[in-house]
């Protein structure tokens, strides 16, 4: 198996070698202080998210309310904090954990909750990446996490979360052309690196104009999610390749 590390940073940076890629990218850097509060004034929403984690666990958001206010959403609360030393305190804390600090998107949202979308790249040992199949994740109310579990939100068909959201007088067939246009070149890339994985969950959203952004890349993705869809087409499709790749060496 590659020694390379899979943290979110390492891919990231690899995925930002790609000039196709990297208007994709929302801007990221390792946290710290000054990074923090660049990207803020920036900005005005950052997220803050542990390299190493999955699922949704740890990000937090952190907004510019007023000169002086700042609100931050862990989960479902929020809190405002006053003046800057207040937040700074806050980010020092989580310095010595291995954070990233990125860039908020303002997702799309099906019925006024944000959506993202997961897209399943595999390939047999033989061949190349191929969009297997794809999903919308929609949050739970009051949260800005996707993740199914933590945000009790829902498993949707992409088709449906355009549908109802701020992107259907755009041509869903076209989004969805370059929704796997965006995955296929995100799995060429990082391919090379990690030659070992067949299977990438690749999270990606579209922003309230219809853009396309990749958040993250996940090599170990939960399959059963494209249960929840009404057709199991995909997840059936999914499993052939899983059930004939190869074991890491």
Not at 3 to 28: F, N, V
Not at 173 to 191: D, F, I, M, Q
């Amino acid at each position: 198996m590659s020694s390379l590390s899979t943290s979110k940073w390492t891919k990231h940076k690899i995925l930002h070698r790609s000039e196709k890629l990297r208007a994709h990218l929302p801007e990221t850097d390792w946290l710290s202080v000054n990074s923090f509060w660049r990207m803020l004034n920036k900005h005005g929403q950052v997220i803050i998210k542990p390299t190493g984690s999955y699922g949704g666990n740890g990000v937090i958001r952190i907004k510019t309310v007023d000169s002086s206010t700042y609100e931050i959403q862990d989960g479902a609360r929020i809190r405002s904090y006053s003046g800057q030393a207040e937040v700074t305190a806050f980010i020092k804390k989580k310095i010595s954990k291995n954070y990233i600090v990125q860039q908020r998107i303002s997702l799309a949202a099906m019925n006024g909750r944000p959506f993202d979308l997961r897209v399943m790249v595999q390939r047999h040992p033989s061949s190349n990446w191929q969009v297997t199949g794809k999903l919308a994740k929609v949050a739970g109310r009051g949260f800005i996490v996707t993740n199914i579990r933590r945000s009790r939100g829902k498993v949707v068909p992409v088709e449906k979360a355009i549908l109802h959201s701020e992107l259907q007088h755009l041509s869903t067939s076209e989004l969805l052309t370059r929704l796997n246009t965006v995955a296929l070149r995100t799995a060429a890339k990082l391919g090379p690196s990690y030659r070992w994985v067949k299977t990438m969950g690749i999270d990606m959203a579209f922003d309230k104009q219809g853009h396309i952004w990749i958040i993250e890349v996940n090599f170990a993705p939960m399959l059963e999610l494209f249960l929840r869809l009404p057709n199991k087409t995909a997840f059936h499709t999914m499993k052939t390749f899983h059930a004939r790749r190869k074991s890491p060496k």
